[in-house]
Each structure stands twice: as C-alpha cells, then as structure tokens.
C-alpha cells in the first residue's frame, strides 16, 4: 500500500470512530428528557473517556502485563485482555463520575443522569480506544482486516464501553440517596464491579472466538439499560407531575403552563406553537420556563430525600423567582 494510501486509510479511520460516535453522544443528550445536565460537565465527562481514561489505562495496563512478557504473545494477550483491562479501564472511567459526584453532586439527580454520565465517559472512551484498533488492524493486516475490524466495533460493539460505565454510574446514582457511607461504598461498588464483570464477560467470550456470544451478552446489557432508561423516564415524569402541582396552587405556575411542561410531548408541542404564532424567542423562553420547571421538581425532590444539602431551599425560591420572571416575558 502507498503511503498516501495508508494515510488516507488513517484519517478514514478517525472519521469512522468520530462519526458513530457523535450520533451517539447525540443520543445520549437526547434521552436526558426534563433536565439536561451541564453542558460543561458532559463535555468533561466526555474528555475525560477520550484523553485521561486513556492514557491512565495504556499506562497501569502495560505495568500490570510486565510480568507476563515472558509468556507467549497468545497468553499475554489473553491476561491481558480479559484479567487487566476491565478492571483497570473501568476504573479509570470511573474517575471521571467520582469526579462529578464528589464535586458536582447536586447534578445526580437520579438514575438516568448517573446513565447518562457514564454513557458519555464511556462513549469518548470508545473513540479514541477504536481509532487505535483500526490503525493496529490496517498495518497488521492491511485493508481486508481494517474492513473487517471497523463495522464490528463501530456498530456491532459500538456502545459496549457506554454500557459498561453507564453501570458504574448507576452505582453513583444510587449511592447520592443513601445516608450512611458504608451504604454508600457499597451502591458505588457494586455498579462498579457490574461493570467490570460485563467487560470482561465480553473480552473473554471475544477472547475465545465466541464473538456471537459476546454480541448477544453485550446487546443484553445494553437493554437491561434502556429498560432503566425508560423506568427513569417514568419515574421523573411522576416527579414532574407531583412536585409542579403545588407551583399551580402557589401561582408560581398557570394550570396551561402546568399541563404544557410536564411531559416532553407537551413541552414541544407548546414549543412549536409558540414558534409558528410568535416566532423563535417567545419559543426560546417557554423552553427555558420548562427547563426550568424540571429542574425546580428536582430540587424539591432533592428537598424531600436530602434536606438541606446544598441549600436547596434557597435555590427552589431562586427557579420560582424565574418562573415567575419567564411568565411575565411570555405575557402570560
């Protein structure tokens, strides 16, 4: 192969593992329904996965496998692979989420955001790991093999590090709601070892040549975690409903508002109205009404289950005060 050809073949492999990546991340955002968490977070969570995660992981995993350069290059693999990488790639994931929940805890607000931070963590994880599979393939096996590797990881296995980490934020989710630290220590680290028990799950399965095994048990964790997905849509909707009916009582809300952001459906149907009748900023400033109505029902679920813990009753008066300030704009 030529050199400009191996080239052209490197940038085609950055733009086959950015390209399903992006629409994933898309996807990610997307199913955070009523509340998006910070686009600063994400972007970081998302980072994170892509650069540190990596370099943490290249760097312990080659430390971890001195000891067994002595062996066959097929057992060092397979240690490798199946024995050292889940649990330190998960780990180093991992970091990331700790990082949110012990700085930014307020954002956990339920278990689709620990989903949501783990998914992307894993997703920037996954790009960065693929482009490095695919120019490994295109020099060890030239262009048969790199066409092989790129669907198989970008589709077929693409959202395996996503569902890895997203099981690990589950943990950090489930830990925000419990009092005690031991409580704590143990929601945190049995998402943590679901998530090193699946990637290794799949690494030996993919290990031992049964890759149609490996598929099915990746596709099954992926839909154990949109079946949660959906739970957690429910859940917050019921959320959405409960905690803004008092908002209508306090006039802090109208019984119209109140009926146009408790769902998503109602929400961009409001939007769209909206913007047919009075143009982009009357849309502009319902959404942020709504968006800000979820996060006020999170607070007051936080309120609820957490008390005070980062003055949530001052930031509850803060979203009313902008209800109340959006209504006016809206000329409601």
């Known amino acids: 192969m030529s050199a400009s050809g191996l080239a052209a073949l490197r940038l085609l492999s950055i733009l086959a593992a950015a390209a399903p990546t992006a629409l994933l991340v898309l996807l990610i955002w997307w199913i955070d329904l009523h509340e998006k968490e910070p686009k600063s977070l ?3 969570a998302f980072v994170w996965g892509a650069i540190p995660a990596i370099i943490l992981s290249v760097v312990i ?3 971890f496998a001195r000891p067994f350069s002595g062996f066959s290059h097929q057992v060092s693999q397979l240690v490798g692979s199946t024995l050292i990488a889940p649990p330190v790639e998960e780990l180093a994931k991992g970091a990331a989420l700790w990082g949110v929940y012990r700085w930014a805890r307020a954002e956990f607000d339920g ?4 989903i949501v931070y783990g ?5 920037g994880f996954a790009m960065v790991e693929n482009v490095f599979y695919f120019w490994s393939a295109l020099h060890s096996g030239g262009l048969s093999a790199w066409l092989g590797l790129v669907p198989t990881r970008s589709l077929a296995f693409g959202l395996n ?3 890895f980490t997203a099981f690990t934020g589950i943990g950090f989710a489930r830990a925000r709601y419990i009092a005690d630290r031991a409580g704590q220590r143990r929601a945190i680290g049995s998402g943590l070892a679901l998530a090193m028990a699946v990637h290794f799950a799949h690494n030996a399965l ?3 040549g049964l890759c149609l095994l490996s598929f099915a048990v990746d ?3 992926v839909l154990v975690v949109l079946a949660l997905v959906v739970l957690s849509w429910r859940r917050e909707a019921e959320w959405m409903r409960d905690y803004l009916r008092q908002e209508v009582t306090l006039g802090v809300l109208s019984e119209p508002l109140y009926e146009a952001v408790i769902t998503r459906g109602h929400r961009y149907r409001a939007m769209l109205r909206l ?3 009075e143009g982009a900023h009357k849309a502009r400033l319902f959404m942020r009404l709504a968006s800000n109505a979820a996060e006020l029902a999170q607070k007051k679920h936080q309120l609820a289950h957490m008390g005070e813990e980062a003055g949530n009753s001052a930031i509850i008066a803060q979203l009313r005060q902008r209800l109340q300030q959006a209504r006016l704009q809206l000329g409601e």
């Open 42 to 44: 994400f972007l970081g």
């Open 61 to 63: 995993e080659r430390w």
């Open 111 to 114: 278990l689709l955001d620990g």
């Open 119 to 123: 998914a992307i963590v894993g997703l």
């Open 161 to 163: 590090h996503a569902m």
């Open 206 to 208: 993919s290990s031992a």
């Open 219 to 221: 596709w099954a964790g």
């Open 275 to 277: 913007l047919q009748r």
